[in-house]
């Protein structure tokens, strides 16, 4: 079983729904293919998948706090970038991140865990769609398994290929 699952290979006429501009993505995103990069403000993204969008920033625009595992959660990403009105999300991360951009983020994540403690998102959250609960998710998952997910991103980056079990992973 492959460790990593290139959720972009298979988006076919789906693509045309990302046309974020990189430039315009959002600090907060994780490392990978997708991206929030000029969304709009509508809040719409977790109602399609709520374990893979957030709010976050100047304006509460959508960025992607955990990339798609599986074809069944890049289906729920395309549907939410779908629904951006303005088309803001982008899946060319993979041609835009290098090795040493993703280690980067890496020893800055400690600016991203601030920010997610320092706001009540229990109030931001009118549209209730469990943003406080979503903000925990991160925060867990960037003290825990996101590091191994990283590595498993770098490996696919600097090898263009998933990881074999067992192999050895690039350091962070």
Do not use: K
Not at 148 to 164: K, Q
């Amino acid at each position: 079983m492959a460790l990593y699952y290139d959720p972009v290979a298979g988006l076919g006429e789906d693509r045309e729904a990302f046309r974020g501009d990189w430039e315009d993505r959002l600090w907060l995103n994780v490392p990978g293919p997708f991206y929030g990069g000029g969304t709009d403000t509508c809040r719409t993204g977790r109602d399609s998948a709520p374990r893979h969008v957030l709010y976050g920033g100047a304006y509460l625009t959508e960025y992607v706090y955990r990339q798609p595992g599986t074809p069944a959660e890049t289906a729920r990403l395309v549907e939410a970038a779908e629904r951006d009105p303005l088309l803001g999300y982008g899946c060319d991360g993979d041609a835009r991140w290098t090795p040493d951009a993703v280690r980067e983020w890496w020893r800055d994540r400690g600016r991203i865990t601030e920010y997610l403690s320092a706001h009540d998102w229990d109030e931001v959250d009118w549209a209730r769609q469990g943003v406080a609960a979503a903000v925990r998710d991160y925060a867990s998952y960037l003290a825990g398994g996101l590091a191994t997910d990283v590595r498993i991103y770098l490996h696919w980056l600097e090898e263009g290929r998933s990881p074999a079990a067992g192999e050895r992973l690039p350091d962070l």
